[in-house]
């Protein structure tokens, strides 16, 4: 494969072409996986920075701290709300900068929220207002996810945009669940006693350093952000200015399928934020955060095989169906939560919760595939219409579903902060999360109709 001046830029590609079977078979597989590989370990921390407030918030109030139920919800919120908005620019980094100097600028940046965080958490006077900056800061760590999809988008052919984004996505979002995980371990260690870090005696007689939640991602993202140096690659023909990518934006389906991605990632991202501190608040005397990875290890594992699938069966079917369980699931929810007389069935609620997580990551997967697979379609048939050549069809395409994927990425993002915020509100009004379970389920309704209206019809596009 060819390389202008690799004296220079030896990790800068020059001639990809990855709809050409001999070239794809010969060399653009192996480079692509590489790629790949790394970005999936650069976004699973990004998720586990970003998601860090879901299992932060939870113990606050255990290390000193007085803070309120809904300013809690707020904080596992906030990082959503500013990870949705900067995922806009994001969209633009990868055909501006290139994929390996943007993931390895936007990986090292994230240890600045962990460490101040560590810090902020051993000092009970710390504002609450110090709090959510922290927060949002974490912001950053979710707008990654918009360049990396794009930026691996780049690397693979069509035929398998769907596994590919699967992958990435999937396993990048299983962060969350590795976060999840580890924190309620690390907390208990005294890691980092060395430095000076002690923590905070129970009622049970453990000892509780919040900090060590925040401070193990650290040494882990440097590692990662040197991994994306070296082993990462740039695309020439992945050059694009703002004024290129910007027209997506006019395109109907584009906020469409933007509406679709945010009742799929955004739920899935929105119950990881707010599932620990609502189960809290419905089922005090039960140890949620023992539990509360198993949701987003679920949905991550379950956006990969969405993908899969959707590359196998298509992913209006999958989508479609897919919708129909997650409004479901919603319904069932009403069954099992406390009220009236009823002291509600935390067992119940925790499987249906676990079907609402699986479906959330199926849907992502698809619905990804559904953009991929639909951008390229009306791209190459708008640019051939208007009398363009075959590769100026293919590099318009790329460009136009890079861009598609990152603003529908930023767009669904957004249910990261508004799902726990409307558990937040709903429990302050009315001491019960049902009115925003109530609006949740009109939704997954309405996606339901949209993608039988839109796309499940003969004549629609099809994915």
Known sequence: MSQQDPSKNPHLLTDWKPENPGFWENKGKHIARRNLWISVACLLLAFCVWMLFSAVAVNLNKVGFNFTTDQLFLLTALPSLSGAILRVPYSFMVPIFGGRYWTVISTVILIIPCVWLGIAIQNTATPYEVFIIIALLCGFAGANFASSMGNISFFYPKARQGS???????????????????APVVIFLPMFAFLGVHGVPQDDGST????????????????????????????????????????????????????????????????????????????????????????PFIGAIARSFGGFISDKLGGVKVTLVNFVFMALFSALLFMTLPGGNSPGNFTFFYLVFMGLFLTAGLGSGSTFQMIAIIFRQITITRVKQRGGSDEQAQQEAVTDTAAALGFISAIGAVGGFFIPKAFGTSLAMTGSPVGAMKVFLVFYIVCVLVTWFVYGRRKAPKA
């Open 164 to 182: 590919a984004l699967g992958i990435n996505g999937g396993l990048g979002n299983l962060g969350v669940s590795v976060m999840q995980m580890v």
């Open 208 to 295: 509780l350093s919040l900090t060590n939640a925040a401070w193990i991602w650290a040494p882990l993202l440097l590692l990662a952000t040197i991994a994306a140096w070296f082993g990462m690659n740039d695309i020439a023909s992945s050059k694009a200015s703002v004024a290129e990518q910007l027209p997506v934006l006019g395109r109907l389906h584009m906020w469409i399928l933007a509406l679709l991605y945010l009742a799929t990632f955004g739920s899935f991202i929105g119950f990881s934020a707010g599932f620990a501190m609502l189960s809290k608040t419905q089922f005090p005397d039960v140890n949620i955060l023992k539990l509360a990875f198993f949701g």
